[in-house]
């Protein structure tokens, strides 16, 4: 009962920076955190970064230092901001958000996705 939508996709030149937004609406009030993970062509998906209504993240060792999440709670948005992006780095990046509620318990929402492409 939660839709996401990304944006901000597309191609980059390695080195280059992108910004990807994903705005969750619905039933919203119980989201607990929000995140990216990507998925390259043949390969699983991996987490990218995470963050909680709090304000803390999380990092995959690989984007450290590159990439930094950010979230507005008023709207329930979670950014992106990829710097020095790198031909690895491609692959398609899926907002995530986690709701937790009494009466379900622990429930992972996903948006459709956003091609990130890194040429070298």
């Known amino acids: 009962q939660v839709q996401l939508v990304e944006s901000g996709g597309g191609l980059v030149q390695a080195g280059g920076s992108l910004i990807l937004s994903c705005a969750a609406s619905?039933?919203?009030?119980?989201?607990?955190?929000m995140g990216w993970y990507r998925q390259a062509p043949g390969k699983q998906r991996e987490l990218v970064a995470t963050?909680?209504?709090?304000?803390?993240?999380n990092y995959a060792d690989s984007v450290k230092g590159r990439f930094t999440i950010s979230r507005d709670n008023a709207k329930n948005t979670v950014y992106l901001q990829m710097n020095s992006l790198k031909p690895e780095d491609t692959g398609v990046y899926y907002c995530?958000?986690?709701?937790?509620?009494?009466?379900?318990?622990?429930?992972?929402?996903w948006g459709q996705g956003t091609q990130v492409t890194v040429s070298s």
């Open positions: 963050i909680t209504s709090g304000g803390r993240t």
């Open positions: 995530n958000a986690y709701i937790y509620r009494l009466s379900t318990g622990g429930y992972d929402y």
């Open positions: 619905g039933s919203i009030f119980g989201i607990n955190a």
